[in-house]
C-alpha cells in the first residue's frame, strides 16, 4: 500500500505552487496525491479578476471524498483564504484526524497576490494550529502570525519559533530564506531547536519552494519518516529544486520539481 496524502490549498493556475506544487511534489516523493481545492487564483493581464474561492460544501464534498473512498495517511494546508474555510477545515480534521498534519500558513503569494484575509488569521491561530502536527510559516508569516516587529536574524528567530509553539503544534520549523545571510530553517520542539543552514542561491525564480517544502514534510511523514528526517530530505529536495529552478522569461519562474530525482549525486 502506498502512503496516501492530502493537500488542502489553493490551485495556481499558471502551475507553479498551490495544489498543483503539492501534486508533483507527492508524485516525486512516492505517495500517492489527493487535493481539496479551496479556491482558484489565476492572475493574468486579460481578465479583471484572478481570484475565485471555492464554496464550502465543494471544499467539504472534496475532503470527504479522499477520507472515505481512498484514506489519508497526512494531510497538508495551505491556501485556506477566509475564517469560514478555517473553521470548516479545521472541523474536519477534528472528525478524521490524519496521523500527520503540516499547517502552512500561506499569507502572501510569491507574485504578490493576498492569500489569506487579514480577520482569518486569529481563526487559523486558534483553531488550526493546536491540531498541527508541524507549521512551517516563513518570516513575513511568523511576523504577522505574533504581530511582531520584524524577525532578522537566527536570535529572534528562536524566540518566534517559542511563541508560535504555545499555539499548540508539535513542531515549528520557520523558514529564513529572507534572511539578508545565509538561508537558515529553525525547527522547535518545544524543548529544543534544530538548524538547517543553507548557502543563499541567487535566482528570484523560487514561485511554490515554500508549498513544495510542506508538501514534502507531509509526503515523508506519511512514509513513517521521523521530523528530522522529513525536514532533512524536504530541504535537500526544495534545494534542488531552487537551484535548477525554471525560467520562463516572464518574471518570477518556477521551483522544479523534478530536479531532485533528475540532478541528485548519485
Same mark, same amino acid.
Given at each position: @500500500?502506498?502512503?496516501?496524502?492530502? *493537500? ?7 502551475? $507553479?505552487?498551490?495544489?498543483?506544487? =503539492? ?6 516523493? =512516492? ?15 486579460? *481578465? ?12 467539504? #464534498? ?7 473512498? &481512498?484514506?489519508?495517511?497526512?494531510? !497538508? %494546508? ?23 498534519? &503540516?499547517? =502552512?500558513?500561506? @499569507? ?10 487579514? =480577520?482569518?488569521?486569529?481563526? @487559523?491561530? !486558534? ?18 502570525? /505574533?504581530?511582531?516587529?520584524?524577525? %532578522? ?9 517559542? #511563541? /508560535? ?31 538547517? !543552514?543553507?548557502?543563499?542561491?541567487? %535566482?528570484?525564480?523560487?514561485?511554490? +519552494?515554500?508549498? $513544495?517544502?510542506?508538501?514534502?514534510? #507531509? ?11 522529513? &525536514?532533512?530530505?524536504?530541504? +535537500?529536495?526544495? %534545494? ?17 520539481? #523534478?530536479?531532485?530525482? !533528475?540532478?541528485?549525486?548519485?
Amino acid at each position: @500500500m502506498i502512503a496516501r496524502v492530502l *493537500t488542502i490549498a489553493g490551485s495556481a493556475a499558471q502551475g $507553479s505552487a498551490g495544489i498543483q506544487a =503539492d501534486l508533483k511534489t507527492f508524485q516525486e516523493r =512516492d505517495v500517492y496525491g489527493m487535493a481539496a481545492i479551496t479556491a482558484i487564483v489565476a492572475n493574468n493581464p486579460v *481578465t479583471s479578476k484572478g481570484m475565485f474561492t471555492n464554496s464550502l460544501e465543494a471544499i467539504e #464534498a472534496q475532503y470527504y471524498t479522499a477520507i472515505k473512498n &481512498v484514506g489519508v495517511d497526512a494531510v !497538508k %494546508t495551505g491556501m485556506l483564504f477566509t475564517k469560514d474555510i478555517i473553521n470548516l477545515v479545521a472541523r474536519l480534521l477534528e472528525e478524521y484526524p490524519p496521523a500527520s498534519l &503540516v499547517v =502552512d500558513p500561506v @499569507m502572501i503569494g510569491k507574485m504578490g497576490s493576498q492569500l489569506l484575509k487579514d =480577520d482569518a488569521i486569529d481563526e @487559523m491561530r !486558534k483553531r488550526l494550529f493546536p491540531l498541527a502536527t508541524v507549521i512551517t510559516p516563513n518570516l513575513h508569516e511568523a511576523e504577522r502570525i /505574533l504581530e511582531s516587529g520584524p524577525i %532578522t536574524n537566527k536570535k529572534e528567530m528562536k524566540h518566534a519559533a517559542r #511563541a /508560535l509553539h504555545r499555539f499548540g503544534s508539535d513542531f515549528v520549523i520557520i523558514k529564513g530564506g529572507a534572511l539578508k545571510e545565509d538561508a537558515v530553517d529553525i525547527m522547535y520542539d518545544g524543548s529544543g531547536f534544530k538548524e538547517w !543552514k543553507h548557502p543563499r542561491i541567487d %535566482t528570484i525564480h523560487t514561485s511554490g +519552494a515554500g508549498c $513544495s517544502f510542506s508538501a514534502a514534510i #507531509a509526503a515523508e511523514l506519511a512514509n513513517e519518516a521521523t521530523i528530522e528526517q522529513a &525536514v532533512n530530505t524536504s530541504k +535537500a529536495y526544495v %534545494t534542488a529544486a531552487i537551484e535548477h529552478a525554471l525560467d520562463f522569461g516572464k518574471g518570477i519562474g518556477s521551483t522544479y520539481h #523534478a530536479a531532485y530525482r !533528475k540532478h541528485q549525486p548519485r
